[in-house]
């Protein structure tokens, strides 16, 4: 299963929550998703139902920012599963999430960043908190600026606005949220795009600026 907020930006992070049990995929999967909207952040989501399928993506795999592994899954395990990421990439943030407690100093001899216990109270605080030290980790910040739009005052991730269409006198800008919106503002594209300057916005026509 896979979940992917938009695609084609070089800052989205990439997820696999890797767990052979479907409720606690989704109780993971159901959080991150409240994380990335709630900090502005583009994202792709994919869920595994064993170790070895995760694996068997082989080098592939190194595609992914962060892992989340449960420990105790059949065939191959979550400890199993860490060491073979590591045979192919040492830069993806593997975090434990599991019922048992007992392998943890294991756990960080595979450079896992945390371990986290599925039956914590404090759960999802927990997966935030794992978040915000991997996002300080990758030194990522979204690069936001704020538009007086004629729906009201909104501070903007850059990265979630696709493009700016000119239309008599009025800007229109197509923004990816919960589902894709159109705001609006009074102005000139050209003045629009000199603002713009050095965050990958390109004319590619008289009357259209696109995000690359």
Do not use: W
């Amino acid at each position: 299963m896979s979940n992917l907020c938009v695609e084609g930006d070089e800052h989205m992070f990439r997820i696999a929550i890797c767990d052979d049990e479907r409720q606690f995929r989704k109780r993971i999967h159901d959080i991150l998703i409240e994380y990335m909207n709630e900090n502005d952040i583009l994202y792709e989501i994919d869920e595994f139902e064993s170790g070895k399928d995760f694996i068997s993506l082989g080098i592939n795999l190194a595609k992914y920012d962060i892992v989340f592994l449960d420990v105790n899954m059949d065939e191959l395990d979550g400890m199993e599963t860490a060491q073979k990421i590591r045979k192919v990439s040492n830069d993806v943030f593997i975090v434990f999430v599991t019922a048992f407690i007992t392998c943890a100093t294991q756990g960080y001899s595979v450079g896992a960043i945390r371990y986290i216990l599925k039956n914590n109270v404090n759960f999802p605080e927990l997966i935030f908190e794992c978040m915000d030290a991997i996002s300080l980790n990758m030194n990522y910040v979204a690069p936001k600026k704020k538009f007086n739009f004629n729906e009201g005052t909104k501070i903007v991730a850059l990265e979630r606005l696709l493009y700016i269409e000119s239309r008599l006198h009025k800007l229109e800008f197509y923004i990816m949220e919960d589902k894709l919106k159109k705001y609006s503002i009074y102005g000139k594209l050209d003045e629009l795009e000199k603002e713009l300057q050095g965050n990958d916005f390109i004319r590619i026509h008289q009357s259209y600026l696109v995000n690359m």
